[in-house]
């Protein structure tokens, strides 16, 4: 079983910039496990943001965050990251950190198997 914990979610201002992290437990190698962010607003489907290689050399975004949000990992830490930029009112939602069993970077949420509980990101104008 793989244990998933996000944090560094809140109440923040428009322009502000925050970071989300995500440490991983239990049964996984977290060096050779791909990593992913989602989000899901009030009455909307989940959402992809941000994917990232075993080693963190390549990464892929949803379009209308990249730019502004950027995700990390620190294999040492088993940990990952999300720094969010410029956040504004509609990025509100709760971000949830993934994990995929095998396979490559995907935009998919079917395709990751583990998920943490997810940390709330409200964001005020």
């Known amino acids: 079983q793989v244990h998933l914990v996000e944090s560094g979610g809140g109440l923040v201002q428009a322009g502000d910039s925050p970071r989300l992290s995500c440490v991983a437990s239990?049964?996984?190698?977290?060096?050779?496990?791909?990593m992913g962010w989602f989000r899901q607003a009030p009455g909307k489907e989940r959402e992809f943001v941000a994917a990232i290689s075993w080693n963190g050399d390549m990464t892929l975004y949803e379009d209308s965050m990249e730019g502004r949000f950027t995700i990390s990992r620190d294999n040492a830490r088993n940990t990952l990251y999300l720094q969010m930029d410029s956040l504004k009112p509609e990025d509100t939602a709760v971000y949830y950190c993934a994990a995929r069993a095998k396979g490559w970077m995907s935009r998919d949420h079917a395709d990751y198997m583990y998920w943490g509980q997810g940390t709330q990101v409200t964001v005020s104008s």
């Open positions: 239990g049964r996984v190698f977290f060096s050779s496990t791909i």
